[in-house]
């Protein structure tokens, strides 16, 4: 065993403990099972301390972090339950399945909780499209969310792209699902009640995903990573369209005790955290699972990563109804092991035990690490760099031209090559379809809606992690406050690189402190989130990326707000203020290729009131658009507002700023909404009742966006930069109304 | 008016198709694939999704359905039967319609709302006037109609055309119209009697004005109307 130990990814202090643990060496398939759950993926030893500083409870909290998802209240009985979860390295080796088995993960953690997925959202990070093997990993990515999400029946709703070189080695693929409940169906997957029955549920276990957890996503990625596609699961939807179909009919009769999903780690991770989190013992015998191979050993059972299966506890009184149910949706269900109340996790294999430990030891005993931090020395030189220095175009002809070109980069451009491949209409609850800051999805039979919106610039995050963590926060609240949504609660993906590196360590604590007071000033709680490491290929980690996923609700779902201009005559006004701040902006890669300064300021307090004054503003039916200022500044805010209402607008920005600080200063705490010209007093009394700062710049109308003495374009120039750049990029159909039409 | 709606094992436009009928006024149940009694039900709906996970060709699988020959035989006897999307593959593959449906000429899934052209037709499910444009959404990978050529001029005589894609204006692109390169076009056909129709696009999307817009409206309450008239 001792040799053993380090293959698996333990330390010799870790193998150390758990000999003490158990009082002799362990037998491998208890070595196999400590070493998944103990492995970063499973345990969060380096992060645990640090997301201590989150605030988790609110009161329209139903649920925290702990459980397989989060769960909030959003009035009339109704709950929403929603997770996000990094599904990178397996993406980085197998795109399309990488990328379609997170999806199937989160899904499977939200009708865990009882349920129903009504949405989906992805957060994708990768290296430039000129790379082909970028391009494979990108169109791999989309088809497997596609693939998956569309099978299911589970609407891709929304999420975000953007394409650096720091990804180019590991790209990201954060995947977020939402589901919706009544309140009082709330399940928790706590094991209770000795002599209940273990009743596995699904897909049939095989060697694939052995150890995914732990060589996969707790190790760095270096020459040999391509060997690793065996641990790269292999999605199969419809087995899970099934099993969420029967898993809600099974709760919905009241047929379980407990419901958890196989995930990471598999069986061991469902069953050892269900049974700490219930205090009780659990008693499994390896040869009562279903196999898909011959030959396979208890341990390769207890830590296999095949997907599409789920483990239910049962009274003996409700096997057979329970098992009926699964027979009806053609799915299998097998007894695999009962409750006990000795506290002990054995596994056996027939008569013989292999496996014996104190059921809590395996989720609760992990160690916990304070790992060494200290800021990176590349931050000082970085932020010293003042991006005014630089030459920027002053005349007409030359800040179009860089305009254009803001808008075809593929940070900014239209999004619509990627959600033209998901369905983003199934169960007709999508209000706002994607292409606006946030989606918005009706709850049907109410006067209900939530916004959902995800964020993160990693950029900001590399130059600043905290300012950058709490714009993350910022952004997916403002996009949410863009369609009228009132901020409820949020989950995160933290995604990094090595944690045993003091300076990559430095860059997570500042993330997750930024994090934290962002929501802290928002009154907005974390709920569930996931914190993925060793986002790093040969020694270089990716930027740091700490991705937000808001939801935000809306109490009438009429009133609401999206980014496209409406009708001619509207007036256009900005809420907020213009800096002089090109550090980390689009513009700055775009027309000089370099990434530096200083992100922009964020002043949480400014960003709440803005917020709050477009929400009240939409809300009292004052707005007939708003998008916010983000990538690329206000020209792009604008010329998107154009190009997605096809029409013009006539305007001047009079902030005696330098013209491209101007037009592409990416300041926060801006949004530009349209109102009625007949209603402009009125929402400039509510702006100034909110006391924030406001500029009316003029009006919509025509067939070009004329910005005075800067900008003059058409809106179809607009349009032929910002629609076909994917699509073109990797080497696609480019569709004529991306060039044309609205 | 009693809508069946069928779940097969993948389908997931079912409940869609139950809250569009409803919402017209008409009563919509589910029908079990597994079922063999659909005796009570005016007109029969195979809704979209994935029946069977469609890892072979789209609806094969599901065409071996228990429910597929009390389907084919409630059609045969002039009942009502419109498929969507998977349901349309569905019927295709029990050859109820003719014809195939492959994958889309970019090999990408479509999630769009396109113009669609109403054709001169003898479909008991539309009674729009040809020429009228709908905007209805598409959601499929496998949409690329094919047949072949004496059964498209068969099908063109006997007035089995029924929707075909078209540009905003109501015309036909040179190049073609059908974003998933569909032969001639074709959106949606119906069988010689008029009563079994399949279509790629979805109706049931822009049902609810609340979400979408109102153009899939008359393709349910056509066939309302017809079935009126004929009990009258």
């Keep these: ?742 | 008016m009693r809508f069946g709606v069928v779940i097969f094992p993948g389908s997931n436009c079912e409940q869609d198709v139950i809250h569009a009928t409803r919402l017209l006024g008409y009563e919509a149940e589910y029908v079990w694939h597994g079922d063999t009694d659909i005796s009570g039900f005016d007109a029969i709906v195979l809704p979209g999704g994935f029946s069977y996970g469609d890892y072979i060709r789209t609806g094969a699988v599901a065409r071996f359905s228990p429910v597929m020959s009390e389907v084919v035989r409630f059609a045969e006897a002039g009942g009502p039967v419109l498929g969507i999307c998977n349901g349309f593959q569905i019927l295709a593959e029990a050859h109820m319609l003719p014809g195939a449906l492959l994958r889309n000429r970019g090999l990408k899934f479509i999630c769009r709302e396109v113009p669609l052209r109403v054709e001169e037709s003898a479909c008991k499910w539309v009674d729009l006037p040809a020429g009228t444009v709908a905007r209805i959404p598409i959601n499929h990978n496998e949409g690329n109609y094919v047949c072949s050529p004496e059964t498209l001029t068969s099908m063109v005589a006997k007035g089995q055309i029924v929707l075909r894609y078209c540009e905003t204006d109501g015309t036909r692109a040179p190049g073609g119209s059908a974003p998933n390169g569909a032969t001639d076009d074709i959106a949606g056909i119906c069988n010689e009697q008029g009563n079994v129709f399949g279509l790629m696009p979805h109706p049931e999307r822009v049902v609810d004005p609340v979400v979408g817009g109102t153009d899939g409206q008359p393709f349910f309450t056509a066939i309302v109307e017809h079935l009126a008239e004929v009990a009258r």
């Design chain 1, 1 to 742: 065993m001792a040799e053993l130990y380090a293959d698996l990814g333990l330390t010799a202090e870790e193998y150390a403990r758990i000999v003490e643990i158990l009082d002799r060496e362990p037998t491998i398939t208890e070595l196999f099972m400590y070493s998944l759950m103990w492995s970063e993926h499973c345990s969060y030893k380096h992060s645990r301390k640090a997301l201590k500083m989150f605030p988790t409870t609110g009161e329209f909290v139903l649920q925290g972090p702990g459980e397989n998802a989060g769960v909030i209240s959003v009035g009339d009985g109704w709950a929403v339950a929603f997770k996000m979860e990094s599904h990178n390295h397996p993406s980085a080796i197998e795109p399309f399945q990488g990328a379609a088995t997170g999806v199937g993960g989160i899904v499977r953690d939200i009708f865990t909780m009882g349920a129903r997925p009504i949405a989906s959202l992805d957060s994708l990070r990768f290296g430039t499209l000129d790379k082909a093997r970028q391009r494979y990993l990108f169109e791999g990515s989309v088809a497997g969310i596609g693939g998956y999400g569309n099978c299911l029946g589970v609407p891709t709703v929304g999420g975000e792209v953007y394409f650096e070189d720091a990804y180019e080695g590991n790209c990201l693929i954060n995947a977020m699902t939402i589901g919706l409940m009544r309140e009082e169906n709330l399940t928790r997957a706590v094991a209770a009640g000795p002599g209940n029955l273990l009743l596995l549920i699904g897909s049939t276990t095989g060697r694939d995903g052995i150890g995914g957890a732990s060589t996969l996503a707790s190790q760095e990625f270096d020459e040999k990573a391509e060997d690793k596609r065996p641990s790269v699961q292999v999605g199969d939807p419809f087995e899970e369209k099934l099993l969420i179909e029967a898993c809600l009919e099974l709760l919905d009769h009241k047929l379980l005790v407990a419901l958890g999903d196989l995930g990471a780690a598999g069986l061991t991770s469902s069953a050892s955290e269900m049974a700490d989190r219930g205090g009780v013992g659990l008693d499994i015998d390896v040869t009562k699972i279903p196999a898909r191979e011959e030959a396979m050993k208890p341990y390769e059972f207890m830590v296999s990563e095949s997907q599409e299966r789920m483990l239910a506890v049962v009274t003996p009184r409700h096997l057979d109804a329970a098992q009926a149910i699964c027979t009806k949706w053609g799915l299998r269900s097998t007894v695999i092991g009962t409750v006990t109340d000795t506290g002990r996790f054995v596994v056996r294999e027939g008569e013989e035990v292999v496996a014996d430990m104190p059921a809590a030891t395996l989720a609760g005993d992990a160690p916990i690490y304070d790992p060494a931090m200290v800021r990176p020395a590349y931050l000082d030189e970085l932020q010293a760099f003042d991006p005014m220095t630089l030459r920027h175009p002053e005349d007409p002809e030359e800040l179009a031209g860089v305009l254009l070109r803001v808008l075809a980069s593929p940070n900014v451009c239209s999004r619509r090559w990627i959600w033209e491949q998901y369905d983003h209409q199934v169960m007709l609850n999508t209000l706002v379809l994607p292409g606006s800051d946030a989606a918005v999805l009706r709850i049907k039979g109410t006067d209900l809606a939530i916004a959902v919106s995800t964020d993160c610039n990693g950029r900001y995050c590399y130059l600043d992690p905290y300012v950058g963590a709490q714009i993350a926060f910022a952004e997916a609240a403002r996009n949410v406050a863009c369609a009228g949504g009132t901020p409820a609660a949020i989950t995160d993906c933290l995604n990094y690189g090595n944690p045993e590196k003091p300076e990559v360590f430095w860059t997570f604590f500042e993330g997750v402190r930024g994090l934290s007071d962002a929501c802290r000033e928002f009154g907005v709680p974390v709920i569930s989130g996931n914190v993925s490491f060793y986002n790093e290929s040969f020694g270089r980690p990716i930027y740091p990326t700490p991705t937000v996923g808001l939801v935000g609700v809306l109490t009438d779902a009429t009133k609401r707000a999206t980014s496209g201009f409406k009708d001619p005559g509207d007036v256009i006004v900005l809420v907020g203020e213009t800096e002089v701040e090109l550090g980390g902006s689009e513009y700055l890669k775009v027309a000089h290729d370099l990434v530096s300064g200083r992100p922009p300021a964020l002043d949480l307090e400014l960003e709440r009131d803005v917020q709050r004054a477009v929400i009240d503003a939409i809300g009292a039916g004052l707005v007939k658009s708003a998008h916010d200022c983000s990538e690329g500044g206000i020209a792009i805010t604008l010329a998107e507002s154009c190009i997605i209402g096809d029409v013009g607008a006539t305007l001047a920005l009079d902030d005696g700023l330098q013209p491209a600080a101007s037009l592409f200063s990416e300041s926060q705490s801006r949004i530009v909404v349209t109102v009625a010209a007949a209603d402009t007093d009125v929402l400039t009394d509510l702006l100034l009742a909110h006391e924030v700062p406001y500029s009316v710049l003029g009006e919509v109308g025509g067939d070009s966006l004329v910005i005075e003495d800067k900008v003059d374009l058409t809106v179809s120039e607009l349009r032929a930069a910002w629609g076909p750049t994917l699509a073109v990029l990797v080497g696609g159909e480019v569709m004529s109304d991306e060039l044309h039409e609205g």
